[in-house]
């Protein structure tokens, strides 16, 4: 699997560091909120949101819900798809988005006003990486872990075809292991 990297952007040290920091953050914000409920977005942040709620020193709940925009290319063809949908319910409650990354920032606004029309306390957005130079539609990240060119990346929790999430760093492909189609080059 190593052998189809091509270079590391993100070491594991580095987001080792960075959820500390974003952990403890929200710990701060969220202090005097009882009812905070971290909403993963499947699959791609499911090592991040596993590792960053032990850095939360709050009583969170913790749902998940998946969506599709990618299929198996790399690039977004726009259209959000709900896969799975949430188990709790949001009124009332202080969700907290998780993601792996926004790219375009579609299917994280899809996202949101879904949710805020459920009438939560509040919304916010924490995602790993960001391709600011991508945006397609306004986001306001809340809690961002590192900002990214714009590279296609794989790796703790990000895959391509479904591969390549339980690499510990987040890295780029080397361009042979990539099908012609799905490359930009
Ligand atoms: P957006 O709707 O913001 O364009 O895309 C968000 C989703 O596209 C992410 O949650 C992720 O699943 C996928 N995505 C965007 N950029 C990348 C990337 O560089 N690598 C991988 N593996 N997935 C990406
Ligand atoms: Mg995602
Ligand atoms: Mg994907």
Redesign the pocket.
Known sequence: MLEDIKEILITEEEIKNKLRELGEKITRDYKDKDNVLVVG?LK?AVLFIADLIRHIQLPVQLDFMAVS??GAS?K?SGVVRILKDLDEEVEGKHILIV??????????SYLYSMLKSRKPASIKICTLLD?PSRRKVDIEVDYLGFEIPD????GYG???NEKYRNLPFIGILKPEVVKPADNPD
């Not at 993601?99 to 994280?108: A, F, K, N, V």
């Open positions: 977005v791609g925009s990618y790399t977004s993601e792996d990354i926004i790219d375009s920032g579609l299917t994280l391709k590279l296609f990346v794989v990000l895959d391509y």
